[in-house]
């Protein structure tokens, strides 16, 4: 069984829109990443509960509309219950909890 939750992050004029699918041992980040500039990536960041288990990202993009595909580990029974989403750029960041 699967559960699906959609996310939205921003950052300056970028943003990545999406959904977080949370499986047994992983999470699937899927979406689309509005680059303006360069350097910007997705990242994903696993959690079950307040213990970490696996970080992943999307290939650095610039200026435009890119799809994106972001297996995350998440290694113990049940899967992960939260993943950090966050949208990195060569001046900082932003994330939502998912």
């Known amino acids: ?3 699906v939750r959609n996310f939205r992050v921003p950052y300056g004029a970028s943003y990545a829109i999406g959904t977080a699918t949370f499986t047994n041992r992983w ?4 979406g689309t990443l509005h680059a303006v500039g360069c350097g910007r990536a997705v990242y994903g960041y696993a ?4 213990n970490p288990l696996g970080e992943a990202s999307s290939t650095p993009r610039c200026d435009g509309n890119w799809s ?3 297996p995350v580990p998440a290694n113990v ?6 993943v950090d989403v966050v949208l990195k750029a060569p001046d900082g960041y932003n994330d939502v909890w998912v």
């Open 1 to 3: 069984m699967s559960v």
């Open 47 to 50: 959690y079950a509960g307040l």
């Open 68 to 70: 994106f595909h972001v």
């Open 27 to 30: 999470v699937t980040l899927d």
């Open 77 to 82: 029974a049940g899967g992960a219950s939260t």
